[in-house]
Every structure is written in C-alpha cells, then in structure tokens.
C-alpha cells in the first residue's frame, strides 16, 4: 500500500500517483498496458468510487483510454 495524506482527499492523491509512473513508464505503467479498478482498489484500499473518480481524471487527461467491456489502458505519449 502506498502512503497517503489523510487530510486530502484520496483520488487526486492517487492520480497524481498513478500520472507520475504513467510518465516515467514504471511499475507496469507502459502504453498499452492495462490498469483494472481491482488493481487501484488493492495497492490503495480504497472504494470503487475513488477508483472510479481516478479512472475519470487519468481519462480526462488522456493517459489512459477506456474500452467498454475490455478495459482501461495506458495511451501511447502521441495520443495525448
């Protein structure tokens, strides 16, 4: 588990997280890997809302894409 400050809230705290490994290509965070909510839930114990909420921004920032049914991926740096 990763720490995590518990005045903040948790899903900008673990977007922030999961943006830096995205940028720096570690952990399994490589374009065309997938990243599964059960993934974010486990490593940072938390609901599926937050995990939700941090697909939303990793989307919204076009680091990962989502497809229905498959899931989310991590974008290539020239689809962002």
Same mark, same amino acid.
């Given at each position: 588990? /990763?720490?995590?400050?518990? /005045?903040?809230? =948790?899903?900008? !705290?673990?977007?922030? =997280?999961? /943006?830096?490994?995205?940028? !720096? $290509?570690?952990?399994?965070?490589? *374009? +065309? ?26 989307? $919204?920032? =076009? ?5 229905? $049914?498959? +899931?989310?991926?991590? /974008?290539? *740096?020239?689809?962002?």
């Amino acid at each position: 588990m /990763t720490d995590l400050d518990p /005045t903040r809230p =948790k899903w900008p !705290q673990i977007a922030a =997280k999961i /943006t830096e490994r995205i940028d !720096q $290509g570690v952990d399994g965070y490589t *374009p +065309g890997c997938l990243i599964t909510s059960r993934m974010i839930e486990d490593e940072f114990s938390v609901a599926k809302v937050t995990a939700a909420k941090v697909f939303t921004e990793l989307r $919204g920032k =076009k680091l990962v894409r989502t497809e229905f $049914g498959m +899931g989310s991926y991590v /974008t290539d *740096p020239s689809e962002r």
